[in-house]
């Protein structure tokens, strides 16, 4: 199993990004994927997560601005983030649960400032 992330960067508040992460050496179509972030000194927590069916959820803080979508055909997961804030700063990860076991990707930087 691979998961490679793509996207992250610097960017002013108010601004957009948008990660990618292509899956390999699972049945992407099956499995439900999910977005995490870390922001320095915190913990790992949960930012958006689709289901092989596409049902979403998302943390509250990122409801409203935060999209996650998936394209199964090039088994890649989309998080598109808009009306980013400086609190959204943290490293980004990709993250697969499969058959028990917990996959992640290499991560992102994300960094939102003036």
């Known amino acids: 199993v691979q998961l490679v992330e793509s996207g992250g960067g610097s960017v002013q508040p108010g601004g957009s990004l948008t990660l990618s992460c292509t899956g390999s050496?699972?049945?992407?179509?099956?499995?439900?994927m999910s977005w995490y972030h870390q922001a320095p000194g915190k913990e790992r927590e949960l930012v958006a997560r689709?289901?092989?069916?596409?049902?979403?959820t998302y943390r509250d803080s990122v409801k409203g601005r935060f999209t996650i979508s998936r394209d199964d055909a090039k088994k890649t997961v989309i998080l598109q983030m808009n009306s980013l804030r400086p609190e959204d700063t943290a490293v980004y990860y990709c993250?697969?649960?499969?058959?028990?076991?917990?996959?992640w990707g290499q991560g992102t930087q994300v960094t939102v400032s003036s």
């Open positions: 993250n697969l649960v499969w058959w028990w076991n917990n996959y």
């Open positions: 050496g699972f049945t992407f179509s099956s499995a439900a």
């Open positions: 689709i289901t092989a069916d596409g049902t979403t």
